[in-house]
């Protein structure tokens, strides 16, 4: 076998949609369970599947990424309201500007997951701030990678290696 054959590259975008593609695809499973997603009323199993297929498709590609050195924050859980975010690295909402949206979980408005609720960061302090909505189609996912330096890199793209 052959070291590619070993190596997962996608972008940070790619692994947003699979996770979002797995939700998406549980939905029926968890309504025949009568496990509710939507979001006012969302069932503790439900969260515990989400988070699961969040790591699987988000956390652990993006653990596994070449480019990590050994002293990277870890990736902040998916549905879960922090008030800062000096311990984490994030999934950012706009790659061009990672303080601005960093995506907490999805929420149902006209369809299932059709848009992501973000909080914004300020860069000096690292505490959130406003909690807004963004429609799934203009998030532009990257990571906001940091590191226990203080050091922090926006990485568009990974390469998985198992």
């Known amino acids: 076998m052959d070291e590619a054959d070993d190596v997962y590259r996608a972008t940070v975008g790619e692994l947003f949609d699979n996770f979002r593609c797995a939700l998406l ?7 025949r369970a009568k496990i509710n997603y939507r979001d006012a009323e969302t069932h503790r199993d439900w969260e515990r599947l989400a988070e699961v297929m969040f790591d699987v498709f988000l956390r652990s590609p993006i653990d596994s990424d070449r480019a990590v050195l ?3 924050l870890p990736l902040a859980r998916y549905d879960i309201d922090l008030d800062d975010y000096l311990a984490v690295s994030w999934l950012a909402s706009n790659a061009d500007s990672p303080h601005r949206g960093a995506m907490v979980r999805f929420l149902s408005q006209s369809a299932p997951f059709d848009t992501v609720q973000v909080v914004d960061i300020d860069p000096v302090t690292l505490r ?3 909690r807004r909505t963004v429609p799934v189609g203009e998030i532009k996912p990257a990571l906001y990678r940091r590191r226990e330096s203080g050091e922090a890199t926006v990485v568009i793209e990974i390469e998985a290696v198992e």
């Open 25 to 31: 695809t549980i939905l029926p499973l968890a309504d």
């Open 70 to 72: 050994g002293r990277e």
């Open 128 to 130: 959130a701030s406003r």
